[in-house]
């Protein structure tokens, strides 16, 4: 089992992106994704998103806002994944050049026109509604299979 955080800092009307095209053997090669990584041994969910974020990006967040929690069972082929899911509207500081990828702010309303993982195309509409979600998505060899999803 796989925990990590998925953070999207949002700014007058926009969300950074990061486009991941830099690493070697990368699973999200090609793709859009919101920042974030795995846990390191005894973080909170907090404490990872504000380290992912300043690693990715170089950015300082503030008060990161818990918006929903993603199962991914069996992902990777390997790991089911338990994806803490933030949004952030208060930091500081300025954009680094990514080893990750390439940071863009991306307009809200173009979000789900990038290259993006299929579930996310469903669950990033999500971050704008005031409710809280856990949604489980189903991939099978990369390809998108099914989702399910209660809202509190």
Known sequence: MKLATLCYVKHDGKTLM?????????????????????FEPGETPEEC???EVKEESGLTIFSPK??????????????????????INEFEGELIDSDEGNLAWIPNDELTKLNLWEGDQIFLPW?????????KFNYE????????????
């Open 49 to 51: 998103a504000i380290r």
């Open 18 to 38: 990061i486009h991941r095209v830099k690493k070697q053997n990368d699973y999200h090669e090609g793709k859009w994704n919101g920042l974030g990584g795995k």
């Open 66 to 87: 818990l918006h929903g929690l993603l199962t991914f069972p069996m992902f990777d082929g390997v790991d089911d994944w338990y994806v803490f899911v933030y949004t």
């Open 127 to 135: 971050l704008f509604q005031d409710k809280f979600f856990s949604a």
């Open 141 to 152: 060899n990369g390809k998108f299979k099914d989702y399910e999803v209660v809202f509190y």
